[in-house]
């Protein structure tokens, strides 16, 4: 058997931070989930068991927490920057796809998301 795809899946990070147009929104923040696939090119770790051979959850969620704390007017600039970083200190991910949510955006509407979704290969 060979593998053919390989990918890491985070789901349902929550976390709070100050991103927006209206500077209510930079100055109160809200709370944000976010959804990361990250392709791998290396399936050695499907073998060897090992650690080592595949990328670490928490490195990904630190990363991810990390660029969150960085305010921006669009969720778009930080999906992007979460990829770009990913890229940068994880040679072995191919392609990474981030959904990323504002929960309860000012849009008059009540329990709402406003999300975006990026996909990026390197």
């Known amino acids: 058997m060979q593998t053919k795809k390989y990918k890491i899946e985070i789901k349902d990070i929550r976390l709070y ?7 209510q929104e930079r100055n109160i923040g809200a709370w944000f989930t976010i959804d990361i696939r990250l392709t791998i ?5 499907t073998e ?3 650690i080592y051979d595949t990328i670490s959850y928490a490195d990904v969620y630190d990363t991810i927490k ?6 921006s007017n669009l969720l778009e600039n930080v999906s992007r920057r979460i990829m770009e970083v990913l890229f940068n200190r994880f ?15 000012p849009m008059g509407g ?10 990026a290969a390197r």
Do not use: W
Request: glycine letters at 6%; a negative charge.
């Open 48 to 50: 060897s068991d090992n």
């Open 66 to 71: 990390e660029e969150m704390g960085k305010p």
């Open 91 to 105: 040679p072995s991910i191919e392609e990474v796809e981030t959904t990323l949510c504002k929960e309860t955006p």
């Open 41 to 45: 090119n290396d399936h050695s770790c």
């Open 110 to 119: 009540d329990g709402l998301k406003a999300c975006v979704i990026l996909t």
């Open 17 to 23: 931070a100050y991103h927006g147009v209206m500077e």
